[in-house]
Nanobody
Framework: QVQLVESGGGLVQAGGSLRLSCAAS????????MNWFRQAPGKEREFVAA???????YYADSVKGRFTISRDNTKNTVYLQMTSLKPADTAVYYC????????WGQGTQVTVSL
C-alpha cells in the first residue's frame, strides 16, 4: 500500500506561481515512479508530468517549459513547481504512482484567476 498526500494548492493570479507537494508513505519512495495528473471541471483527468525512480522527467506539451517536477528521496516527496500559470491550468491536481499497484492522492485544488 502507498499513501499519497498532496498540498500546496490555492488561488493565484494568471502569471503567478505555485509549488505543489506530494508526500508518500508505505513503500520505499526512491523506487516509485511518480506522476502528476489534473482534472478540470467537466473534463477528463489528464497527465501533467512524471519523474522516474532514476530522476528522468516527462511533461505534457501543455505545461512544458512552465512546470517542473522534482523529487526529494530524503523527504519522500515529489514536487510540481508551476510558473506562468494560466486560467486553463485551473484544476484539481493529483499525484499518482503505478509502482506495485495504482495509488492516488486526494487531490489539491489550483485556481488561476485573470
Amino acid at each position: 500500500q502507498v499513501q499519497l498526500v498532496e498540498s500546496g494548492g490555492g488561488l493565484v493570479q494568471a502569471g503567478g506561481s505555485l509549488r505543489l507537494s506530494c508526500a508518500a508513505s508505505g513503500r520505499t519512495f526512491s523506487s516509485l515512479h511518480m506522476n502528476w495528473f489534473r482534472q478540470a471541471p467537466g473534463k477528463e483527468r489528464e497527465f501533467v508530468a512524471a519523474v522516474s525512480w532514476s530522476g528522468s522527467t516527462y511533461y505534457a506539451d501543455s505545461v512544458k517549459g512552465r512546470f517542473t517536477i522534482s523529487r526529494d528521496n530524503t523527504k519522500n516527496t515529489v514536487y510540481l513547481q508551476m510558473t506562468s500559470l494560466k486560467p486553463a491550468d485551473t484544476a484539481v491536481y493529483y499525484c499518482q504512482t503505478t509502482t506495485g499497484g495504482t495509488y492516488w492522492g486526494q487531490g489539491t485544488q489550483v485556481t488561476v484567476s485573470l
